[in-house]
């Protein structure tokens, strides 16, 4: 078996990772950000994603959150994915010790993005909140111009 590729971890503007919070009157979640609104891992076993999010010139799907990061996946068509193709819920009737993908557990899965069918495709990043100091110095480049 191979040793499974670490996710890379990337920094990204705290307001992209932001649950937001349910607001009653208008019946939606206000202030959730695109990383967080992508949040998939629940539609996946039904071959479906949320409306993916664009982020270093790709889509992506996020499929783990917590108060601090998002665990996301490339979504790419599937014409382009030269590898082996499978389901969610052919992953999930393996054995335990079969599930385990070097490039992470959704790596290679079918799923739809409105017509299209694509496939998800590892390794997972890993995404966090920039730190404040790095906030500052982006901030600072537009103060120059």
Request: net charge neutral.
């Amino acid at each position: 078996m191979n040793a499974p590729i670490e996710p890379q971890e990337h920094r990204v503007d705290p307001s992209r990772l932001a649950s937001g919070t349910w607001c009653h009157t208008r019946n939606r979640q206000i202030g959730e950000g695109d990383i967080a609104a992508s949040y998939s891992a629940d539609k996946i076993a039904q071959g479906k994603i949320r409306k993916p999010f664009f982020w270093k010139n790709c889509l992506w799907v996020c499929t783990g959150t917590n108060s601090k990061s998002a665990e996301a996946y490339r979504l790419v068509p599937e014409r382009f994915f030269d590898g082996e193709l499978t389901t969610y819920n052919e992953v999930a009737m393996l054995p335990f010790e079969q599930r385990i993908k070097p490039e992470g557990f959704y790596h290679g899965m079918r799923v739809r993005h409105g017509k299209q069918d694509c496939v998800l495709v590892g390794p997972k990043a890993l995404l966090l909140p920039k730190e404040e100091s790095e906030t500052l110095k982006q901030a600072d480049l537009f103060d120059a111009l």
